[in-house]
């Protein structure tokens, strides 16, 4: 099993859709959760951290369930420049500063 | 302020040449990290440096990579003899410390034909 698995996507969405990406991970030590955002050709940049009690940033909601070792985004009112990937980041348990990227959904939003 | 750099930003090689790639972190911050990204393939980590402890090189994939940090600042990561799975996105990434965001740099596309 992989450590980091994600939706293999890719989703095509009109704007204002709301959409939801699911992430699994494996090592049940892992201490820290993230969502990376990644444009075409560019370096991945830290979208949010991902909290228990789940946190938001505007359009933007995070969720973790350590007893089903899940991860979620969920962005309401797509806009066109969202169209992305999107990677579900893990910090690994053992060595708090290796982050463990799932593959990344790929995300265009149409107009 | 200037963010992590990374030279050459694009670099064709021939099999079996040698290859080495820089990485500029950003100024004050003490960990530096080198990832990979493979077409089809997610991230990987490949090495880490944090102040002058002895690197975790636990990711390289083969002894012919290598990296080093010079002052605690510029890294070089060399690689031996490529061969054409060597081709990859090469990433950089620096924090402030350990725990800190990572900040990643541009990268360096590698194409080994």
């Known amino acids: 099993r992989k450590e980091v698995e994600q939706d293999p996507g890719p989703f095509n969405v009109p704007e204002g859709a709301t959409v939801a990406f699911n992430c699994t991970y494996s090592?049940?030590?892992?201490?820290?959760f993230f969502w990376y955002r990644q444009d075409c050709r560019k370096e991945p940049k830290l979208l949010m951290s991902v909290y228990s009690s789940g946190n938001e940033d505007g359009r933007f909601t995070a969720q973790l369930n350590r007893a089903s070792q899940y991860i979620s985004l969920l962005i309401r009112d797509s806009k066109l420049s969202d169209s992305a990937t999107y990677l579900c980041v893990v910090k690994s348990g053992g060595s708090n500063y290796k982050l463990t990227f799932g593959k990344g959904t790929l995300l265009t939003v149409n107009p | 302020g200037a963010g992590v750099s990374q030279s050459p930003s694009n670099k064709v090689t021939e099999k079996g040449k040698d290859v080495e790639l820089r990485c500029d972190p950003i100024s004050g911050h003490t960990a530096l990290y080198w990832y990979r990204q493979s077409l089809g393939q997610g991230l990987e980590f490949l090495i880490y440096?944090?102040?002058?402890?002895?690197?975790?090189k636990s990711g390289l994939p083969s002894d012919r990579f290598s990296a080093e940090r010079t002052g605690g600042s510029v890294s070089t990561l060399t690689i031996q003899r490529t061969q054409q799975e060597d081709s990859a996105v090469y990433l950089c990434?620096?924090?402030?410390?350990?725990?800190?965001?990572?900040?990643f740099g541009p990268g360096t596309r590698l194409t080994v034909t």
């Open positions: 990434a620096s924090s402030f410390l350990r725990d800190y965001e990572q900040y």
């Open positions: 440096f944090q102040g002058n402890s002895a690197p975790d």
């Open positions: 090592n049940s030590a892992s201490q820290s």
